[in-house]
């Protein structure tokens, strides 16, 4: 399948427009994500990681969700490139005005969008917090270990959790 039709395919399952509006509403949705409309004809074998993953949100944005599941969506991409797709992340949710899932081993990620976490260990929640009381306070082991496990690559930033009054 092509680009266009990877992102037509949700529009016109759920039948949003007609067929001579899909193809300027595929170009939309990709300037939206930061690509060039042509890209529609290309493969996606043809993009690196990080396109592919902005055509996935083109995709999951085209149907104008509230909630999304983001599954693991930087974990495959380089850290430059994380961070673009964070940073698209938010300025999507800001703009459309919807709300995300997001799971994730990489905790800077997590706080980074969250505003409330949900800690789960061997499938059970171990530990509910805001993003900031989590970071500062955090209780459960396995918490703490996660939290241990970020390298500290910022001299100005705190000690590790456990070490905290």
């Not at 899909?22 to 993009?47: C, N, S, T, W």
Request: glycine share 4%; proline share 6%; net charge negative.
């Amino acid at each position: 399948m092509t680009v266009r039709d990877i992102i037509k395919e949700p529009i016109e399952a759920h039948n949003l427009l007609s067929k001579d509006e899909i193809d300027d509403y595929v170009g939309e949705l990709l300037m939206k994500v930061g690509m060039y409309p042509e890209y529609a004809q290309r493969y996606p074998h043809e993009f690196s990681g990080g396109q592919r993953q902005r055509i996935a949100i083109a995709r999951s944005i085209s149907v104008s969700p509230r909630l999304i599941i983001c599954d693991e969506p930087t974990s495959a991409l380089d850290v430059s490139v994380q961070s673009q797709i964070i940073n698209l992340l938010q300025e999507l949710r800001d703009e459309i005005k919807m709300s995300y899932i997001f799971i994730s081993h990489n905790l800077d990620v997590v706080h980074h969008m969250s505003d409330k976490i949900m800690v789960m260990y061997l499938g059970n929640v171990v530990e509910t917090a805001r993003a900031k009381e989590l970071f500062d306070y955090p209780a459960h082991p396995y918490t703490k270990a996660l939290m241990a496990s970020i390298p500290n690559w910022d001299p100005q930033r705190k000690e590790a959790p456990e070490h905290q009054a």
